[in-house]
């Protein structure tokens, strides 16, 4: 079965370097999204991708954050100058453009960025 | 904006014993998702209900929403040691796409 997957599983990097999490969503999905959560606390949405813009942003992304479909696979979130407070666990979404399963939204395993 | 929110309570039950949560959320939605995470570990998407409907089965996961209360309950029926998870409702307006989640409610089955 087709699985949305994200790279690194784990990143440790030192405050104020920058990071790329790494996605490839479900092939023939058109919608993408990324979502952290920080330990303990509910999943949070950042931003929605669609037809190589972005359709919605979150307030806690900020001018530090982009996003980027280089490629016809993968999708990739920026984080410029990393916080501690960025210490999260990233999670990559894609949705389908149509079909029975159009409003489900299928999760990658995560990412889980720790900022030292 | 709609939020999920799920009752704050985690569960620890017996297998074989049914699992009940319940989640309330603000404003209109469009659709509300139940997600499950094993701990540390990625969302699992589940079941998927809209608001126009009023039920939904999958396996043993039963779903109900009241959309004039703003609520939906997922019933686990039979439960089994490898349903320990927590799990979360998601809802999402017609405005956007977004995904609202809830806290989370903790689901202990003991063997």
């Known amino acids: 079965e087709p699985e949305v997957t994200q790279t690194p599983s784990h990143q440790v990097t030192q405050m104020g370097q920058e990071v790329i999490l790494r996605c490839v969503p479900i092939?023939?999905?058109?919608?993408f999204y990324w979502y952290r959560q920080i330990l303990g606390q509910k999943v949070e949405f950042l931003v929605s991708f669609y037809n190589n813009e972005i359709s919605e942003k979150s307030e806690i992304f900020d001018d530090q954050f982009s996003v980027e479909r280089p490629d016809g696979s993968n999708f990739t979130l920026k984080i410029r100058s990393t916080k501690l407070e960025d210490s999260a666990m990233y999670f990559c979404?894609?949705?389908?453009?149509?079909?029975?399963?159009?409003?489900?939204?299928?999760f990658g395993p995560g990412t889980r960025l720790t900022v030292l | 904006s709609q939020q999920g929110e799920e009752d704050p309570q985690a569960l620890s039950i017996q297998e074989g014993e049914n699992a009940t949560m319940n989640c309330s959320y603000k404003?209109?939605?469009?659709?509300l998702q139940w997600y499950r995470q094993n701990s540390g570990r990625g969302l699992v998407h589940l079941i998927l209900i809209r608001s126009n409907e009023r039920e939904k089965h999958s396996g043993r996961l039963r779903v109900t929403l009241d959309t004039s209360k703003k609520s939906s309950s997922l019933l686990i029926t039979a439960s089994r040691a490898a349903d320990t998870a927590s799990y979360f409702c998601?809802?999402?307006?017609?405005?956007?796409?977004?995904?609202?989640f809830g806290k989370g409610n903790q689901v202990v089955v003991i063997p």
């Open positions: 404003t209109s939605i469009n659709n």
């Open positions: 092939s023939n999905h058109l919608y």
């Open positions: 998601a809802t999402s307006d017609y405005g956007n796409n977004r995904l609202a």
């Open positions: 979404a894609s949705r389908a453009r149509r079909g029975s399963s159009y409003n489900e939204q299928f």
